[in-house]
């Protein structure tokens, strides 16, 4: 069983930077696909980005040109560097590894990001 933990979320006002690390406690297998997910209050949970084994990068128009995803190692899998906050970007943020064809989709429980004057 593999484990995610998500860290670096905190308050930080109007055009600041975060940067958001997911922990890893155990090995995760196969070719798979790591992404963040964001949930705001009163809203649906959301794809934020995600990133493919080949490198191949998926992020939602809210987010383009401001966050940016990249691979770590085995213990820290996946980052998000976080820039120019946005009040709307205000919401609990979820690092995830999936791998459908070998039948795993791993979550964390979330860091808070809120960003406020």
């Known amino acids: 069983q593999v484990q995610l933990a998500e860290s670096g979320g905190g308050l930080v006002q109007p055009g600041g930077s975060l940067r958001l690390s997911c922990a890893a406690a155990?090995?995760?297998?196969?070719?798979?696909?790591m992404g963040w997910y964001r949930q705001a209050p009163g809203k649906q949970r959301e794809l934020v980005v995600n990133i493919t084994s080949g490198s191949t990068t998926n992020y939602a128009d809210s987010v383009k040109g401001r966050f940016t995803i990249s691979r770590g190692n085995a213990k820290n899998p996946v980052y998000l560097q976080m820039n120019s906050l946005e009040h709307e970007d205000t919401a609990v943020y979820y690092c995830?590894?999936?791998?459908?064809?070998?039948?795993?989709?791993?979550w964390g429980q979330g860091t808070q990001v809120t960003v406020s004057s």
């Open positions: 155990g090995r995760i297998f196969g070719i798979n696909v």
């Open positions: 995830n590894a999936k791998c459908p064809p070998r039948g795993y989709d791993y």
